[in-house]
T-cell receptor, first 117, second 114 residues
Framework: GAGVSQSPSNKVTEKGKDVELRCDPISGHTALYWYRQSLGQGLEFLIYFQGNSAPDKSGLPSDRFSAERTGGSVSTLTIQRTQQEDSAVYLC???????????????FGPGTRLTVT | GDSVTQMEGPVTLSEEAFLTINCTYTATGYPSLFWYVQYPGEGLQLLLKATKADDKGSNKGFEATYRKETTSFHLEKGSVQVSDSAVYFCALSDYSSGNTPLVFGKGTRLSVIA
């Protein structure tokens, strides 16, 4: 079946502009995660959605970052007033989100490479 | 908080050599442990996992054993191939507090030469 998809695959933007990154999780997966992969910081958790619960935003690096998940499916990560240090690959993952450990494997999308000039 | 420490590369090996990539963790709960692999130009893929102490995860000739006493999850392969060249990430998820995000190590780049 279809995996996690992300768009765009690449985004180049000027410093100060806003950007929106989109994630389509695997159908039926209730949990959705955003991570950032950058050279200096490795892989960092940003935000996590589980069903209809309030999202866990503890990984967002600043208030310029926000995310929504509409209808429990598609998610959009928005970065306002982009800075050069925001340049990274933004990864989305989804999982079944059940209570059992075996239901919580995370499947990753191909990522969006963001370059802020 | 929870953390993962893995050996930093790059690691360069000849084909058919033995591979070990060390990984240790700290966690407040009883985490599940994972190895993810990122091949050149591709996304992250789950390589193997273990959810409780003494479990051995295995896939594609790779193995890792969940050692609670040493808080380790070292990745091993008996005979590497050129196609194993990739970046390997050790990770944990502490489900004792719910369906939590993954905490990753910094990654180890492996290059296998013919």
């Amino acid at each position: 079946g279809a995996g996690v998809s992300q768009s765009p695959s690449n985004k180049v933007t000027e410093k100060g502009k806003d950007v929106e990154l989109r994630c389509d999780p695997i159908s039926g997966h209730t949990a959705l995660y955003w991570y950032r992969q950058s050279l200096g910081q490795g892989l960092e958790f940003l935000i996590y959605f589980q069903g209809n619960s309030a999202p866990d935003k503890s990984g967002l690096p600043s208030d310029r970052f926000s995310a929504e998940r509409t209808g429990g499916s598609v998610s959009t990560l928005t970065i306002q007033r982009t800075q050069q240090e925001d340049s990274a690959v933004y990864l989305c993952a989804s999982s079944l989100g059940g209570a059992s450990k075996g239901q919580n494997e995370q499947y990753f999308g191909p990522g969006t490479r963001l370059t802020v000039t | 908080g929870d953390s993962v420490t893995q050996m930093e590369g790059p690691v360069t090996l000849s084909e058919e050599a033995f591979l070990t990539i060390n990984c240790t963790y700290t966690a407040t709960g009883y985490p599940s442990l994972f190895w993810y692999v990122q091949y050149p130009g591709e996304g992250l893929q789950l390589l193997l996992k273990a959810t409780k102490a003494d479990d051995k995860g295995s896939n594609k000739g790779f193995e890792a054993t969940y050692r609670k006493e040493t808080t380790s999850f070292h990745l091993e392969k008996g005979s590497v191939q050129v196609s194993d060249s990739a970046v390997y990430f050790c990770a944990l998820s502490d489900y004792s507090s719910g369906n939590t995000p993954l905490v990753f190590g910094k990654g180890t780049r492996l290059s296998v030469i013919a």
